[in-house]
């Protein structure tokens, strides 16, 4: 069983940046894939991005690329997920969820975490 819990939400002007840490108990760090989904309201839960169980691969959803980076501290059971340039339009519930596979669905994952709330301001 995998404990996630997310940490670093916040509230940030339009072009500033956070950071957003996922650390994990419960399990073999190694074994587990990491994805990070946001949940805007009134809007389904989306893909943004995860990272390997290695940590050699990384994806992106489009309307993030190139503003946030996803990483992994294998020695920390951490995965950190960096966001700058944040607009509004990124305001969400920042979830991330462990699997063995990376891969862009919610039914991909087992576990999740509570979320944290990021909020971007105009």
């Known amino acids: 069983q995998v404990q996630l819990v997310e940490s670093g939400g916040g509230l940030v002007q339009a072009g500033g940046s956070l950071r957003l840490s996922c650390a994990a108990s419960?399990?073999?760090?190694?074994?587990?894939?990491i994805g990070w989904f946001r949940q805007a309201p009134g809007k389904e839960r989306e893909f943004v991005g995860g990272?390997?169980?290695?940590?050699?691969?990384?994806q992106y959803t489009g309307a993030v690329e190139g503003r946030f980076t996803i990483s992994r501290d294998n020695t920390k059971n951490t995965v950190y997920l960096q966001m700058n340039s944040l607009k509004p339009e990124d305001t969400a519930v920042y979830y991330c969820?462990?699997?063995?596979?990376?891969?862009?669905?919610?039914?991909?994952?087992?576990?999740w975490g509570q979320g944290t709330q990021v909020t971007v301001s105009s």
């Open positions: 969820a462990a699997a063995r596979l990376l891969g862009p669905r919610s039914t991909d994952y087992d576990y």
């Open positions: 419960g399990g073999t760090f190694t074994n587990i894939a």
């Open positions: 990272i390997s169980r290695s940590g050699g691969i990384t």
